[in-house]
Protein backbone atom coordinates (compact mmCIF):
# COMPACT_ATOMS: atom_id res chain seq x y z
CA UNK A 1 0.00 0.00 0.00
CA UNK A 2 0.89 3.26 -1.17
CA UNK A 3 3.15 5.30 1.80
CA UNK A 4 3.20 8.78 -0.06
CA UNK A 5 1.22 11.52 -0.47
CA UNK A 6 1.86 13.62 -3.76
CA UNK A 7 -0.48 16.50 -5.24
CA UNK A 8 -3.10 15.31 -7.94
CA UNK A 9 -1.71 17.56 -10.11
CA UNK A 10 0.31 20.42 -11.78
CA UNK A 11 1.00 23.04 -14.12
CA UNK A 12 4.80 24.23 -15.50
CA UNK A 13 5.93 26.00 -18.29
CA UNK A 14 7.35 25.02 -20.66
CA UNK A 15 11.91 25.45 -20.33
CA UNK A 16 11.57 26.39 -16.41
CA UNK A 17 11.86 24.10 -13.63
CA UNK A 18 9.35 21.36 -12.75
CA UNK A 19 9.40 20.43 -8.73
CA UNK A 20 7.36 17.74 -8.06
CA UNK A 21 7.11 17.15 -4.24
CA UNK A 22 6.29 13.67 -2.11
CA UNK A 23 5.63 13.35 1.46
CA UNK A 24 6.83 9.89 2.97
CA UNK A 25 7.02 10.47 6.78
CA UNK A 26 6.75 7.12 7.43
CA UNK A 27 9.38 6.00 5.01
CA UNK A 28 11.81 3.44 6.75
CA UNK A 29 15.67 3.48 7.11
CA UNK A 30 15.77 0.68 5.04
CA UNK A 31 13.55 2.16 2.27
CA UNK A 32 14.53 4.15 -1.01
CA UNK A 33 13.09 6.83 -2.24
CA UNK A 34 12.08 5.60 -5.86
CA UNK A 35 9.96 8.34 -9.02
CA UNK A 36 8.42 6.74 -11.99
CA UNK A 37 6.68 8.60 -14.54
CA UNK A 38 3.85 7.13 -17.12
CA UNK A 39 3.13 9.16 -20.47
CA UNK A 40 -0.45 8.99 -21.68
CA UNK A 41 -1.02 5.11 -23.49
CA UNK A 42 2.90 3.88 -22.06
CA UNK A 43 3.83 1.67 -19.63
CA UNK A 44 5.62 3.63 -16.43
CA UNK A 45 9.54 4.46 -16.81
CA UNK A 46 11.88 4.69 -14.16
CA UNK A 47 13.28 7.75 -13.52
CA UNK A 48 15.63 8.15 -10.44
CA UNK A 49 16.25 6.80 -7.13
CA UNK A 50 17.80 8.00 -3.88
CA UNK A 51 18.75 6.77 0.18
CA UNK A 52 19.84 9.66 1.81
CA UNK A 53 22.22 11.55 -0.35
CA UNK A 54 20.63 14.21 -3.04
CA UNK A 55 20.82 12.14 -6.79
CA UNK A 56 21.25 13.51 -10.47
CA UNK A 57 21.03 11.39 -13.51
CA UNK A 58 20.09 12.62 -16.85
CA UNK A 59 16.76 12.74 -16.76
CA UNK A 60 16.31 14.46 -13.11
CA UNK A 61 17.62 15.28 -9.62
CA UNK A 62 16.11 14.16 -6.79
CA UNK A 63 16.69 16.28 -3.72
CA UNK A 64 15.75 13.92 -0.24
CA UNK A 65 15.15 16.11 3.40
CA UNK A 66 17.92 15.21 6.14
CA UNK A 67 15.04 13.54 7.79
CA UNK A 68 14.32 11.80 4.57
CA UNK A 69 10.68 12.39 4.94
CA UNK A 70 9.96 14.10 2.25
CA UNK A 71 11.65 14.51 -1.28
CA UNK A 72 11.41 16.82 -4.33
CA UNK A 73 11.73 15.31 -7.80
CA UNK A 74 12.98 18.34 -10.11
CA UNK A 75 12.90 17.95 -14.06
CA UNK A 76 15.07 21.17 -14.94
CA UNK A 77 14.01 22.67 -18.34
CA UNK A 78 10.59 20.67 -18.55
CA UNK A 79 9.31 19.95 -21.92
CA UNK A 80 5.82 18.86 -23.35
CA UNK A 81 6.92 15.30 -23.18
CA UNK A 82 7.18 15.58 -19.31
CA UNK A 83 3.32 15.73 -19.62
CA UNK A 84 2.79 12.65 -17.48
CA UNK A 85 2.13 11.43 -14.14
CA UNK A 86 4.99 11.01 -11.64
CA UNK A 87 4.58 8.46 -9.55
CA UNK A 88 6.84 8.47 -5.73
CA UNK A 89 7.12 5.07 -4.32
CA UNK A 90 9.35 4.12 -1.17
CA UNK A 91 10.65 0.25 -1.20
CA UNK A 92 12.92 -1.83 0.83
CA UNK A 93 15.69 -2.36 -1.30
CA UNK A 94 16.35 -6.27 -0.92
CA UNK A 95 15.72 -9.36 -2.89
CA UNK A 96 12.48 -10.03 -1.29
CA UNK A 97 10.92 -6.73 -1.55
CA UNK A 98 9.01 -7.06 -5.65
CA UNK A 99 6.70 -5.12 -5.87
CA UNK A 100 6.40 -1.17 -6.47
CA UNK A 101 2.87 1.09 -5.25
CA UNK A 102 2.15 3.08 -6.95
CA UNK A 103 -0.49 5.27 -5.56
CA UNK A 104 -2.18 7.71 -7.72
CA UNK A 105 0.89 10.05 -8.59
CA UNK A 106 0.96 13.56 -9.54
CA UNK A 107 0.07 14.31 -13.22
CA UNK A 108 2.24 17.07 -14.65
CA UNK A 109 0.75 19.31 -17.56
CA UNK A 110 3.59 21.38 -18.90
CA UNK A 111 2.22 24.26 -20.53
CA UNK A 112 3.83 25.40 -24.23
CA UNK B 1 13.45 -2.81 -30.29
CA UNK B 2 14.98 -5.18 -27.39
CA UNK B 3 11.94 -3.96 -24.97
CA UNK B 4 9.25 -5.59 -22.75
CA UNK B 5 6.46 -6.64 -25.57
CA UNK B 6 3.23 -7.34 -25.06
CA UNK B 7 0.56 -8.57 -27.10
CA UNK B 8 -2.51 -8.29 -27.95
CA UNK B 9 -2.13 -4.32 -27.46
CA UNK B 10 -5.99 -4.21 -27.16
CA UNK B 11 -8.68 -6.73 -26.91
CA UNK B 12 -12.17 -6.68 -26.60
CA UNK B 13 -14.22 -9.37 -25.53
CA UNK B 14 -17.59 -10.19 -24.36
CA UNK B 15 -18.39 -11.07 -20.08
CA UNK B 16 -18.15 -14.79 -19.74
CA UNK B 17 -15.12 -15.29 -22.16
CA UNK B 18 -11.65 -16.17 -21.98
CA UNK B 19 -8.77 -13.74 -22.31
CA UNK B 20 -4.83 -14.71 -22.63
CA UNK B 21 -2.15 -12.08 -22.74
CA UNK B 22 0.99 -12.61 -23.44
CA UNK B 23 4.61 -11.33 -22.17
CA UNK B 24 7.78 -11.00 -23.83
CA UNK B 25 10.62 -9.60 -21.33
CA UNK B 26 13.84 -7.99 -21.72
CA UNK B 27 16.14 -11.18 -22.86
CA UNK B 28 17.88 -12.48 -19.78
CA UNK B 29 15.66 -10.71 -17.21
CA UNK B 30 14.73 -13.21 -14.90
CA UNK B 31 12.15 -11.65 -12.68
CA UNK B 32 8.77 -10.76 -14.47
CA UNK B 33 5.91 -9.03 -13.07
CA UNK B 34 2.23 -8.27 -13.81
CA UNK B 35 0.32 -5.75 -13.24
CA UNK B 36 -3.44 -4.10 -13.40
CA UNK B 37 -4.60 -0.62 -13.83
CA UNK B 38 -7.81 0.82 -13.93
CA UNK B 39 -8.69 4.26 -15.26
CA UNK B 40 -7.08 7.15 -12.80
CA UNK B 41 -5.58 4.58 -10.63
CA UNK B 42 -1.86 3.91 -10.35
CA UNK B 43 -0.41 0.20 -11.39
CA UNK B 44 -1.48 -2.68 -8.98
CA UNK B 45 0.47 -5.69 -8.37
CA UNK B 46 -0.72 -8.65 -9.77
CA UNK B 47 1.98 -11.56 -9.45
CA UNK B 48 5.80 -12.18 -9.73
CA UNK B 49 8.06 -14.89 -11.41
CA UNK B 50 11.45 -15.06 -10.80
CA UNK B 51 12.89 -17.49 -13.99
CA UNK B 52 9.87 -19.86 -14.10
CA UNK B 53 8.20 -19.99 -10.48
CA UNK B 54 5.76 -17.93 -9.36
CA UNK B 55 6.98 -16.68 -5.71
CA UNK B 56 4.18 -14.01 -5.22
CA UNK B 57 0.59 -13.43 -5.98
CA UNK B 58 -1.34 -10.54 -4.96
CA UNK B 59 -5.05 -10.86 -3.18
CA UNK B 60 -6.33 -9.13 -6.53
CA UNK B 61 -5.49 -12.27 -8.56
CA UNK B 62 -8.85 -14.27 -8.04
CA UNK B 63 -9.13 -17.81 -9.20
CA UNK B 64 -10.58 -16.85 -12.09
CA UNK B 65 -6.64 -15.62 -13.03
CA UNK B 66 -3.61 -17.42 -13.86
CA UNK B 67 -0.18 -16.65 -14.84
CA UNK B 68 2.38 -18.44 -16.12
CA UNK B 69 5.92 -18.50 -17.22
CA UNK B 70 7.22 -21.69 -18.72
CA UNK B 71 10.68 -22.25 -19.16
CA UNK B 72 11.33 -18.67 -17.43
CA UNK B 73 11.14 -16.66 -20.60
CA UNK B 74 7.79 -15.34 -21.76
CA UNK B 75 4.75 -15.33 -19.34
CA UNK B 76 0.89 -15.49 -19.95
CA UNK B 77 -1.96 -14.28 -18.09
CA UNK B 78 -5.31 -15.78 -18.66
CA UNK B 79 -8.59 -14.68 -17.01
CA UNK B 80 -11.29 -17.45 -17.27
CA UNK B 81 -14.98 -16.16 -17.32
CA UNK B 82 -14.26 -12.70 -17.51
CA UNK B 83 -16.26 -9.93 -15.37
CA UNK B 84 -17.04 -6.04 -16.74
CA UNK B 85 -14.63 -5.14 -13.49
CA UNK B 86 -11.99 -6.79 -15.61
CA UNK B 87 -11.66 -3.95 -18.04
CA UNK B 88 -7.66 -2.57 -17.37
CA UNK B 89 -5.04 -2.32 -19.00
CA UNK B 90 -2.80 -5.25 -17.98
CA UNK B 91 0.88 -4.02 -17.43
CA UNK B 92 4.10 -6.71 -17.86
CA UNK B 93 7.21 -5.71 -16.45
CA UNK B 94 10.84 -7.76 -16.18
CA UNK B 95 13.94 -6.65 -14.16
CA UNK B 96 17.39 -8.36 -13.86
CA UNK B 97 18.41 -9.50 -10.47
CA UNK B 98 22.36 -9.23 -11.07
CA UNK B 99 22.06 -5.16 -11.74
CA UNK B 100 19.01 -5.16 -9.13
CA UNK B 101 18.47 -1.46 -8.60
CA UNK B 102 14.48 -1.78 -8.45
CA UNK B 103 14.45 -0.52 -11.84
CA UNK B 104 11.83 -2.35 -13.45
CA UNK B 105 11.41 -2.34 -17.17
CA UNK B 106 7.56 -1.90 -18.50
CA UNK B 107 6.02 -2.94 -21.55
CA UNK B 108 3.53 -0.75 -22.96
CA UNK B 109 0.52 -3.12 -21.98
CA UNK B 110 -2.73 -4.70 -23.01
CA UNK B 111 -5.71 -2.93 -22.63
CA UNK B 112 -8.61 -5.09 -22.08
CA UNK B 113 -12.59 -3.87 -23.02
CA UNK B 114 -15.19 -6.41 -21.59
CA UNK B 115 -18.70 -6.11 -22.66
Known amino acids: DAKTTQPPSMDCAEGRAANLPCNHSTISGNEYVYWYRQIHSQGPQYIIH???NNETNEMASLIITEDRKSSTLILPHATLRDTAVYYC?????????????FGTGTRLTVIP | DTGVSQNPRHKITKRGQNVTFRCDPI?????LYWYRQTLGQGPEFLTYFQNEAQLEKSRLLSDRFSAERPKGSFSTLEIQRTEQGDSAMYLC?????????????FGEGSRLTVL
Open chain 2, 27 to 31: SEHNR
Open chain 2, 93 to 105: ASSSRTEYTGELF
Open chain 1, 50 to 52: GLK
Open chain 1, 89 to 101: IVRPVQTGANNLF
